[in-house]
């Protein structure tokens, strides 16, 4: 029996999905495709200031972390941490190890930490295995920038 928390949940993912195009669907006739202007690239139809929109790639750091200032989840809130201490976000209980790491959180800090956490600073809570791709190291750590 499917309840209605569940349908809703499917409804709100699907609903995500198909406004951030993942869930592209095409009914019309092939001929019909052909009439139709090309679409504009999504740089025309979203300003350049839609840089606080989150990357793809930010998703799985959502799942602890608030962009919200003051706002604790499983981690602390991410608003305003570029340029701040390792371990020095007020009401967030830190690993002993990410206290007494000194690191700021610059960009090449950043940069490492997201790459693998564990390896920066062993000791740490944090679990996250890292991100590979430098691009989307670099895209989170751009976002990150625009949150205050």
């Known amino acids: ?5 569940d349908l809703s949940l499917t409804v709100a993912l699907s609903l995500a999905l198909a406004a951030c195009g993942g869930a592209k669907q095409d009914n019309a006739p092939a001929a019909d495709n052909a009439a139709q202007a090309p679409a504009a690239p999504a740089a025309e139809t979203t300003p ?3 840089a606080d929109a989150a990357p793809a790639a930010f998703g799985i750091c959502k799942s602890c972390h608030a962009v919200e200032k003051g706002k604790t989840l499983i981690g602390p809130s991410l608003a305003g941490i570029v340029g ?3 371990g020095d976000v007020a009401g967030y209980d830190f690993s002993p190890a990410l206290k007494a790491s000194n690191l700021t959180w610059d ?7 997201l790459e693998n956490p564990m390896k920066l600073v062993p000791g740490t809570r944090m679990t996250y295995a890292g991100q590979v791709d430098p691009e989307k190291r670099k895209a989170i750590i751009a976002y990150l920038k625009t949150l205050k």
């Open 84 to 86: 701040t201490k390792a």
């Open 48 to 50: 350049v200031a839609a």
């Open 107 to 113: 960009e090449a800090t950043l940069d490492k930490w």
């Open 1 to 5: 029996m499917i309840k209605l928390a």
